[in-house]
């Protein structure tokens, strides 16, 4: 089968695409044909190998796996002996590293495919939304009535969370640049802040729960427009130095933020059945609805990781195979 193949660190010229043996079923796994993936900023690092402190997880010196991608949707082609929940001809959608190929197979992060999405807009889902649904709900601890501000809504993680907080009942504020307000307020922010053109740190808007993206100001700012109580929940940030990137920033808020009243957390994603299955029914109740950007063919992942590199994705980016 082809495959997009990763094996040293640079950029995204260095990626090939290659045959490379169709993986095996295993007893407690799935075997999916890819008919979609879709690209996240933690395949830029396992491309890039930077910030230095990401290879502590991706292999010091080289990719210690030469697979890339994680988001697929694709048709159940074989199921282990274990395996009573799929068949062969099943629509599925979910998260396994090496999506970035015609075939996966994966073992827990899998769930049927909703009726009315494409294998495009289910392939958008996995990474960003569960972020968005761990991040809003466990971190945030978001509650119906609440105020919530979005900084970033118009990317891949961003589109996401302001689906998913309205869906959840809070009343969401959108940050995003000019050419995305429509964007965003289309899939339902109540009020869109364009940075460019306001500074919402000096809006005299509070918040109780600030979602933050972009991760594009420093405590001080953000603390301006935080309730009291309120929880800042650090997403992402700019990509920041060779060394640490974007972990420099959420350093720098939680120290500046230690004896502050509000909270400050960071957490990365977690790929999981259960939380699969909420996104799953969000779908299909139509609450949460993919946005996609642009779409490249497996050959072009290279161009696709350009662009997203670019930092000024409307949505998310996918691959089809
Ligand atoms: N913690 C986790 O588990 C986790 C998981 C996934 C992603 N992330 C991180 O989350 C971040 C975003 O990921 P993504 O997939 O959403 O990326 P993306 O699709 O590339 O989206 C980036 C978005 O950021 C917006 N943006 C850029 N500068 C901004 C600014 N100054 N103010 C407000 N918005 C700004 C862009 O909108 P404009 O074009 O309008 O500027 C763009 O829509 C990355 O740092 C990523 O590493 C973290």
Known sequence: ?????????????????????????????????????????????GVAGRPYVARIAVGLLKPKSDRLGIDFAGTVEAVGKDITEFRPGDEVFGGRSGAFAEYVCVRNAVVLRPANLTPEQAAAVPVAALTALQGLRDKGQIQPGQKVLINGASGGV??????????????????????????????????????????????????????????????????????????????GAPKGGRLMGPLSHIVRVRLAALRSSRKVVWFIAKMNKPDMAVLRDLLQARKVTPVIDRRYKLSEVPDALRYLGEGHAQGKIIITV
């Open 1 to 45: 089968m082809k495959a997009i193949v990763v094996q040293k660190y640079g950029s995204p010229d260095l990626l090939e695409l290659k045959d490379v043996d169709k993986p095996a079923v295993e007893d407690d796994g799935v075997l999916v044909r890819v008919r979609a993936a879709s690209v996240n900023p933690a395949d830029w690092y």
């Open 158 to 235: 961003g589109t996401f969370a302001v689906q998913i907080a309205k869906a959840l009942g809070a009343e969401v504020t959108g940050v995003c640049s000019t050419r995305n307000v429509d964007l965003v307020r289309s899939i339902g922010a109540d009020h869109v802040i364009d940075y460019t053109r306001e500074d919402f740190t000096r809006s005299g808007r509070r918040y109780d729960l600030m979602f933050d993206v972009a991760g594009s100001r420093s405590w001080s700012e953000c603390k301006r427009i935080l309730n009291p109580q309120a929880t800042l929940v650090i997403v």
